[in-house]
């Protein structure tokens, strides 16, 4: 048996010892969940590095990817018409969804199969539409893609033949909104707005008259920092 002063001078040790052992233990659980943190964060950015590449691969390669894998760009498509719809939309196609269809002759249409006008206003039924906001990287090869930022528009040229259907798209790039439309009063109901982070297309045909035509973004103080560019019509 112990005297009444041994248990005070040995119960004390004994509770010391369990709190030292009590955090040991917390101090290697805590280790052990910082290492378990730190191999799934590795793998995390190993495998990000892994995407990242492969996309750069996919892109010097000419192939456009997301996070699901490559993205297959959508060719034109039929109008959708019916028994009352004019023949002339019957063999018409579209190249972006909500763009105006474009006939067998290559002239663009209005929804009711009417040549639009380029010198009407904007928005007018019978100018060029826009479409809603669609997806870049599904629309078709031939849409001449355009981006735009505070750096300007990328391209700021292209090039296209005299009268040709021709298919552009415009993505704001840097998350503010732009508004491209062209100087010449002949393509004076040719335009189209995004807003951030936005692509939008529009289908027109090209002034049968050869020449550089001047196109700006009207957003006040974006022209001034350099987003304008030019259509070359040969």
Known sequence: M?????????????????????KLFLALGLVLIVVVLLVVWASSSKKSMDQNNQANENQTAGEQTDENGPVVPQEPTAVAVNSSSPEILKTAKVVAPGANPISAAGKVLTPEGKPVKNDSLPMAPDAPRQTQPVDVKVLAKEVIKIGAS????????????????????????????????????????????????????????????????AFRCTVPGHEARGEKGVMIVQ
């Open 150 to 213: 505070a750096a300007g528009f990328s391209p700021s040229s292209f090039t296209v033949k005299k009268g040709a259907p021709i298919t552009v798209s415009l993505t704001s790039t840097d998350g503010y909104t732009h508004v491209m439309v062209f100087n010449d009063a002949s393509l004076s109901s040719v335009a189209m707005g995004v807003a951030p982070g936005e692509t939008r297309v529009i289908s027109f045909n090209a002034p049968e008259k050869a020449g550089e035509y």
């Open 2 to 22: 112990l005297s009444s002063r041994e248990e005070k001078t040995f119960m004390p040790n004994e509770v010391n010892s369990s709190q030292k052992s009590k």
